[in-house]
């Protein structure tokens, strides 16, 4: 299973090259399923990480000389494999870059009448930048932390002042709002993710897909009748139908959330590296990102209809 993020399609975090680990757990010892197409698997032949299960003496040269001396054999060592801690933790930092620069922007980009032309190009340049980070390190073939912090702090420039507008000149308190709107997202998908209420499995993989490319070309069109024809395009981002657009554009991005969630359960399942919690990050805050954008979005468009 792939994502709407192309970092999660990295070795690692599926089963293999189509969709990851749909109702098929990692099977212990089970070489034929586990092995095949994940290279972290639990076995040996397709797992370059793995030690021989039937050699207590693999990852210690010195086991048998210990075990000579009654000294007992340690314990198979784990480390260098993804932990959640390790997600939780880059997640965090990634999410605490962004927010920072969002800060600073606000703060030292004022959004009066004299000065809104020159910020609103500084976040539009900031944007550009983020956007062809983000696409170099989609098609890295490792996670570099230097260039997933570098597109949050250029994400964070870019939602500073686009959040500064709206709050300032459309709805006052609207920033937080979308903040606590994204919030309020992660934590029910997660919820609900954790009881077993939503199912990510191939179906659900095939309609998120197919909804969030309708969405996505829907957005595409009203974009170009907008830069040629003046105004908002066919209107799917104002009124009414702007209101609804906006609705199903937080939709969408609570089943890229359980996409990315099953994903990175994949990841820990299946022992990627460490160093892959890096993409698990990057990830999951571009998925935040959209549905703060979302949030955002929608608040302007139904104060603007006052």
Do not use: H
Not at 132 to 150: N, T
Not at 267 to 296: K, M
């Amino acid at each position: 299973m792939r994502s709407r993020n192309p970092v999660f399609s990295r070795r690692g975090f599926s089963r293999d090259n189509g969709y990851a680990g749909f109702n098929a757990a990692p099977q212990a010892g089970g070489p034929a399923v586990a092995t095949q197409g994940n290279p972290y698997a639990q076995g040996t032949q397709g797992n370059p990480y793995a030690q021989p299960a039937d050699n207590p003496y693999a990852q210690n040269p010195y086991a048998q000389q210990d075990l000579q001396y009654g000294t007992p054999p340690q314990a198979p060592a784990t480390t260098g494999r993804m932990t959640m801690d390790d997600v939780v933790i880059r997640t965090g930092s990634t999410l605490g870059v962004l927010v920072v620069a969002a800060a600073l922007a606000w703060a030292l980009l004022p959004v009066d009448d004299a000065n809104i032309g020159r910020s609103y190009g500084i976040g539009i340049g900031a944007a550009l930048i983020g956007m062809v980070l983000a696409l170099v390190q989609s098609f890295k073939r490792k996670a570099s932390p230097a260039l997933i912090l570098s597109y949050a702090a250029f994400e964070g420039v870019f939602l500073g002042v686009v959040s500064s507008v709206v709050d300032n000149r459309i709805a006052d308190g609207a920033a937080m709002q979308a903040v606590i709107g994204t919030m309020a997202v992660f934590a029910g998908v997660l919820i609900a993710y954790k009881a077993g209420w939503i199912r990510v499995n191939r179906r659900f993989y095939g309609f998120v897909m197919a909804a969030a490319l309708g969405f996505v070309f829907l957005m595409m069109v009203n974009l170009l009748f907008a830069v040629f024809g003046g105004g908002d395009g066919l209107g799917f981002r104002s009124g009414a139908l702007g209101v609804v657009f906006g609705i199903v554009g937080v939709i969408l991005g609570a089943c890229f959330l359980a996409l990315d969630f099953k994903q990175v359960e994949d990841g820990l399942s299946y022992g990627a590296p460490r160093e892959e919690a890096w993409l698990a990050a990057f990830g999951l805050t571009l998925t935040l990102v959209w549905i703060y954008l979302e949030f955002l979005r929608l608040i302007a468009i139904l104060n603007s209809n006052d």
